[in-house]
């Protein structure tokens, strides 16, 4: 599997004026969070809401504070949790994100593919 970065935008999802500039994320589909500069973030009013605990790859546990954000990137848009990223920690786009952008990756490509959203099925009946 290859890798490829986007550059991902946060909007404050309270005061939608303030937006981040473009902040090149890794994607990366093993993240289920998106992990964004805490600066970053707090630079616009985003504010961490709680504290979560991640697995890093080698199992260490750390903990993040997490917060709530308007997201888009290479054209698409979500409303997602994203993670208060440390220095040392790497940016991220995780796959949250990517499902609530509607895509899926196409890594050969190096692009997002859109999909189509599967719904529930419905009772004639009701």
Same mark, same amino acid.
């Given at each position: 599997?290859?890798? =490829?970065?986007?550059?991902?935008?946060?909007?404050?999802?309270?005061?939608?004026?303030?937006?981040?500039?473009?902040?090149?994320?890794?994607? &990366?589909?093993? +993240?289920?969070?998106?992990?964004?500069?805490? &600066?970053?973030?707090?630079?616009?009013? #985003?504010?961490?809401?709680?504290?979560?605990? =991640?697995a890093?790859?080698?199992?260490?546990?750390?903990?993040?504070?997490?917060?709530?954000? #308007?997201?888009?990137?290479?054209?698409?848009e979500?409303? @997602?949790?994203v993670?208060?990223?440390e220095?040392? &920690?790497?940016?991220?786009?995780?796959?949250?994100?990517?499902?609530?952008?509607?895509?899926?990756? &196409?890594? #050969?490509?190096?692009? =997002?593919?859109?999909?189509?959203?599967?719904?529930?099925?419905? @009772?004639? +009946? #009701?």
């Amino acid at each position: 599997m290859s890798t =490829f970065k986007v550059n991902v935008v946060a909007r404050n999802p309270k005061r939608e004026e303030l937006t981040t500039p473009p902040v090149p994320a890794l994607v &990366d589909t093993g +993240s289920e969070l998106t992990w964004l500069p805490a &600066d970053v973030l707090m630079s616009v009013g #985003i504010t961490p809401r709680r504290k979560r605990m =991640f697995a890093r790859a080698t199992q260490q546990k750390i903990e993040r504070e997490v917060g709530y954000a #308007i997201l888009s990137a290479e054209g698409y848009e979500t409303n @997602d949790e994203v993670v208060f990223a440390e220095p040392g &920690d790497l940016t991220l786009l995780g796959v949250r994100t990517l499902e609530g952008f509607g895509v899926m990756v &196409d890594n #050969i490509g190096h692009r =997002f593919v859109a999909t189509t959203t599967l719904v529930a099925g419905v @009772d004639k +009946s #009701i």
